[in-house]
């Protein structure tokens, strides 16, 4: 599959959650892709970080959709590999 990237500050504007299998930010170094996702990943370079849970957030509302789901931190290789089997979105700004 692919990733698709969006820039929010270009008026460009999210896929509904429905049209993606997760979200993909990266690391401050790019070492690293932080995926969020419904789907239980495992494999060599994928870690899991934790279930997403509401009263870790100040405003649940916004994130309502993603309660329930898995937080992973995955090597740049692992996430090639991923990306070849599912869709996932990230949210690129402008600098």
């Not at 930010?25 to 509401?54: F, H, M």
């Amino acid at each position: 599959m692919t990733t698709y990237n969006y820039c929010p500050e270009m008026n460009q504007s999210k896929p509904h959650h429905k049209f993606y299998d997760g979200e993909v930010k990266a690391s401050y170094n790019w070492k690293y892709q932080y995926i969020v996702t419904p789907l239980e990943l495992k494999g060599r370079g994928i870690t899991l970080q934790g279930v997403i849970d509401p009263k870790n957030y100040i405003s649940a509302e916004r994130i309502a959709y993603k309660i329930g789901w898995n937080e992973y931190k995955v090597t740049n290789n692992a996430f090639a590999k991923l990306e070849q089997q599912y869709k996932f979105v990230r949210e690129e700004l402008l600098d």
